[in-house]
């Protein structure tokens, strides 16, 4: 047998076992990829059941299900979002959700980061202290606070005003941002920081111009969820705001249906309206969120 036949064996060798590893790996991810197709249609099949009645008719809801607009004729009409946003009061709560969110995931990030820098990079008497006292406050139950901090509104003549729910969400949240802002900024390389300080560039020009653009991935991953808990909340604004103009739209759809169930037409455009906004904005920052949730697990 001469050279070139054992090499080609052996090449053709190494291919069926590479082949059959292959195989076999990924049967044995099979079932994880079935776990994890499952969890996706549960959540994504009632989303597009809802999205395509929202473009439906009253009567055509009434009749048959949203799956069988997926075959002519389709039927679409955009009836239910004109009714929706012709109900008074929407079309502003949707304003206020606007002027709710934005500045609170604003005031949140900006605190936390500033926050979670000192707790990593500088040294003060009782740090460590303060640091277990931010991370004990993730365990209080939301609920144990609301009355007493609504009384304290009233004293103070911010309740039913906006500024109210922003100083609620920051208090709420500030603790969970800090503890994971810490954790990522501590993970930077000390070198850099060192070498800075070296150079004669104090805390403020450490913070803005070295740990900030460094830690951008984690921002925009923490911004999705803070984001995404300010718009969809509904007990905060509830509490603080209640009846107030300054509601949001969360407030509103729950009060587009009666007690006794009319106008429930309305809540499946309302809920498209609802989640447009969240869904743009993750879109936007979706590769930033890759990078915040990869960039901690590798080193170096």
């Known amino acids: 047998m001469s050279a070139e036949q054992v ?3 052996r090449e053709t060798g190494v291919a069926g076992v590479s082949a059959l590893d292959r195989l076999g790996y990924r049967l044995q991810r099979l079932p994880l990829h079935l776990v994890i197709i499952i969890f996706c249609a549960v959540w994504i ?3 597009i059941g809802m999205s395509i009645n929202s473009f439906r008719s009253v009567s055509d809801m009434g009749q048959a299900g949203w799956w ?3 075959f002519p004729p389709h039927g679409f009409s955009l009836a239910s979002y004109q009714q929706v946003l012709n109900i008074e ?8 959700s606007v002027l709710i969110t ?3 995931t604003v005031i949140q990030l900006a605190i936390a980061t500033m926050g979670a820098y000192a707790f990593a990079w500088m040294n003060f008497r009782g740090k460590n202290l303060f640091f277990i006292v931010i991370v004990g406050l993730m365990v209080v139950p939301i609920q144990m606070t609301l009355i007493p901090v609504l009384q304290f509104f009233k004293v103070v003549g911010l309740n039913g005003t906006i500024v109210a729910v922003w100083l609620a969400h920051s208090g709420y949240g500030l603790p969970f941002e800090v503890f994971l802002l810490r954790n990522y900024l501590g993970g930077l390389p000390r070198e850099i920081f060192e070498s800075a300080e070296v150079d004669g560039a104090g805390h403020a020009v450490r913070f803005l111009r070295i740990a900030v653009p460094m830690t951008i991935p984690a921002i925009a991953s923490l911004t999705i969820f803070v984001f995404l808990g300010v718009w969809n909340d509904l007990l905060v604004a509830l509490t603080y705001l209640g009846t107030s103009p300054n509601r949001p739209f969360t407030v509103v759809i729950t009060q587009l249906v009666t007690s006794l169930g009319g106008g429930w037409q309305f809540l499946t455009a309302a ?4 989640m447009a906004l969240p869904l743009a904005v993750f879109i936007f920052l979706q590769r930033y969120f890759v990078r915040g949730i990869t960039s901690g697990s590798v080193k170096g």
Not at 271 to 274: I, M
């Open 102 to 104: 934005v500045p609170a």
């Open 271 to 274: 809920a498209v309206l609802q």
């Open 89 to 96: 009061g929407v079309v502003p709560s949707i304003v206020n």
């Open 45 to 47: 099949v009632p989303t």
């Open 7 to 9: 090499t080609t064996r």
């Open 68 to 70: 069988t607009t997926l």
